[in-house]
């Protein structure tokens, strides 16, 4: 390269090393310079930007044009291939190679589709064949154009040829009954860039049919696969249930299992297709679990409140009572109420569902010695909530502005409601305790709603232990910080059902996080997977 040229691209930059110079070519008349570079990449705009500007300095007297492109590729061949079967290690019969249009391929090179390019020139590929097509000629009636995709799993390239009708059909026929048998095309043919599909394509002239390569499982031992997705999990597979059945009980499986992301559609069809094939069906899902909850003993002690505000604003609206109920054993040992003296007046819709007048605050104390109590009574314990969220946000929120802190982990009976009780129209206090005959007077006053909340929180304890926990979900401050990101987290968890009841369970599971929970993916709670495995 001229001396000169290695200068101004060392000013360009290290990125310029590796340019060389193909030609440089000189008009006097136009004042004109062309230099064309070879590099292995293409620069950036401000690569690029940068070289002009350079040479434009130095050759000022003529306008400068800098032309940089990437070396042609060599075309990438192998050298004379062995049959596909042969590298498998099993034995060929030349006469199994089925000859479906031109002439029979003996000596060749394989092309990797991946390197195909517009100056291949004449190339042999091998490789499966997906579709094929015949699209018909209005000048020429007699003849149609045969167009069919081939992959080799690197690329997939489409292979053209202009036929006779009855040529094309033939070819048509053989090419259908390979795709269904899993067979495999070898086929020569020119690589051009087709000005109709604006795409590489292959003049296709010889085109051999090849027995499939089918992989077999040879251990002693069998498997049996627990994670297949298929046709059913969006875009995750591309099996079909009845394909993957089929060929795990041709491999001498004795179990097959379905876990598709967040749906049981393939169940009835991987059901037939086990029967069909004397094979195990293990039903399953793959569940993009949300983290909710914790896990807490069910033998401590709680403490059931309930607020009433001036509004659901937490940072606008005011606490105007507080009641509550301490649980130890299952029973009730204790209890909290007071009216706090908010300082404004109790707007008349509050006045009207809670019957709280401005006239019974008079005298009440200050939402500071107010919560100071309350935390003293709900020290050490874990607090329990209807909608805990609003009722803890709340004495979060005030308490905070005075030093008082409710840190403790809390349950949400709305929470336990939405995972026990199935069937409810909706899950209201109110409705949950004629569900379960309780007892609720007074609704809409703190002390009696807290009263009610703990009767239904004991009922809740004893269905849980009777589906063999010794546990229940709470929410810590890690789970809320957690939740309240923008991007809620999901983590993927293998579920399999193991007797009709752990079926119904998946099925019950699957509706909530599609009916309930769904956000982008049809979340599952952890807190409600808890409560239904075994």
Known sequence: MNPEFTNILMQAGEWASSLSLQQASLNKEAGRLDIHLLAPFLPSYEQQQTLDELFQNRFSSFETCVHISRPPREQAQRPLQKDKREQAGK??????????????????????????????GRVTIEGHPLEIELRALSKSPDRVICILAVTDYSNTVQCKAFLDKKEANVLQKHIEAAVKEGACVRLRGDCEYDKFSHDLVIRMEDVLLLPGVVRQDNSEQKRVELHL????????ALTSVTDAVKRAAKWGHSAVAITDHGVAQAFPEAARAGIKNNIKILFGVEAYLK?????????GNFVVFDLETTGLKTEQSHIIEIGAVKLSGGKI???????????????????????????????????????????EFAKDNVLVAHNAAFDVGFIRVHGGRYGISFDQPYVDTLMLSRNLLFGMQNHKLGT????????????????????????????????????????????TKEIERENQEKRTKRYHAVLLAKTQAGLKNLYRLISHSHLDYFHKKPLMPKSLLYLHRD
Do not use: W
Request: charged share 25%; aromatic share 6%; proline share 4%.
């Open 229 to 236: 997705h298929t046709t059913m999990s969006a875009m995750d």
């Open 91 to 120: 034995p060929v019969n030349k006469q199994e190679d089925k000859l479906i249009l031109g002439k029979r391929i003996a000596q060749y090179q394989l092309t990797a589709m991946q390197d195909l390019r517009e100056d291949s």
């Open 432 to 475: 949950i305790c004629e569900y379960l005959n309780i007892t609720l007077e007074n609704h809409h006053r703190a002390v009696d709603d807290a009263q009610a909340t703990a009767e239904a929180f004991l009922k809740f304890l004893e269905r849980i232990r009777a589906l063999g926990k010794d546990k229940l979900p709470a929410i």
């Open 291 to 299: 983290h909710d909850a914790e896990f807490i003993p069910m033998d």
């Open 333 to 375: 040992i204790d209890r909290f109420s007071t009216f706090v003296d908010a300082g404004v007046p109790v707007p008349q819709n509050i006045f009207e569902l809670t019957g709280i007048s401005d006239d019974m605050l008079q005298g009440a104390p200050h939402v500071r010695e107010a919560l100071r109590c309350f935390a």
